[in-house]
């Protein structure tokens, strides 16, 4: 089912309509996709090592920034196109329509409809703990050069940010929906909790 949000020109679609009709399985923890899983941090992993040992290493800055930039987009492309839809059936990406309107689209695996290939619990923690702990690491690296006047890696980390936080954002939104669809999360939510409250008030003041 196709849903836009109006707001922001976002679309959340389902991923693999054809899965509709398979019967569904039970949630696997072996790890399917090795090889995905593999280069879904390999490329991360191996910019931070670099940034952090290149300069014992090797005396050329412009040999280890084209060594961090390449590693990055490596990552970037890589996460962003092939692992996240093997490792946990999410995808996003940008397409212009006929008018040359931008939209923004991010797809996930319908939570309700049978599929073909399952989700392993396994895959899905590795996707999820690189996907978090990378970007953050390159917020400290960020505060660590401005504060430590390494003006010469600034460029260098905010790129790291930027591109490991964009997959980041990328599939919470695959994730959790829209901006309207979080706002009726959190709302629902607050309304389950004011409701339990008020119950549990009423039950032990009849008691």
């Not at 991360?44 to 590693?71: D, H, K, M, P």
């Not at 119950?199 to 009849?206: L, P």
């Given at each position: 089912m196709l849903r836009q949000d109006s707001n922001d020109d976002t679309e959340d679609v389902s991923l693999f309509d054809a899965d509709d009709e398979i019967p569904k399985r039970p949630k696997k923890s072996k790890i399917k996709h090795p090889i995905a899983?593999?280069?879904?941090?390999?490329?991360?992993?191996?910019?931070?090592?670099?940034?952090?040992?290149?300069?014992?290493?090797?005396?050329?800055?412009?040999?280890?920034?084209?060594?961090?930039?390449?590693?990055?987009?490596?990552?970037?492309?890589?996460?962003?196109?092939?692992?996240?839809?093997?490792?946990?059936?999410l995808r996003w990406w940008n397409q212009v329509d006929d008018d040359g309107k931008s939209h923004w689209v991010f797809e996930a695996r319908k939570a309700s409809a049978p599929r073909k290939k399952v989700t392993s619990e396994a895959e899905s923690t590795i996707f999820w703990l690189g996907l978090i702990s990378c970007?953050?690491?390159?917020?400290?690296?960020?505060?660590?050069?401005?504060?430590?006047?390494?003006?010469?890696?600034?460029?260098?980390?905010?790129?790291?940010v930027t591109l490991q936080g964009?997959?980041?954002?990328?599939?919470?939104?695959?994730?959790v929906g829209s901006r309207k669809n979080l706002t009726s999360l959190a709302t629902s939510y607050l309304g389950r909790q004011f409701l339990q409250q008020t119950?549990?008030?009423?039950?032990?003041?009849?008691s």
């Open positions: 899983s593999f280069f879904h941090l390999f490329f991360r992993v191996s910019a931070v090592i670099v940034y952090l040992l290149c300069e014992l290493f090797s005396n050329s800055y412009i040999a280890c920034v084209v060594t961090i930039i390449l590693l990055l987009s490596c990552d970037f492309w890589a996460v962003k196109n092939v692992t996240g839809r093997l490792m946990v059936g970007p953050l690491l390159w917020v400290i690296f960020a505060f660590s050069a401005l504060f430590s006047f390494k003006v010469k890696w600034l460029a260098v980390v905010i790129l790291g964009a997959n980041l954002y990328g599939y919470i939104r695959c994730k119950v549990a008030k009423e039950e032990q003041t009849v």
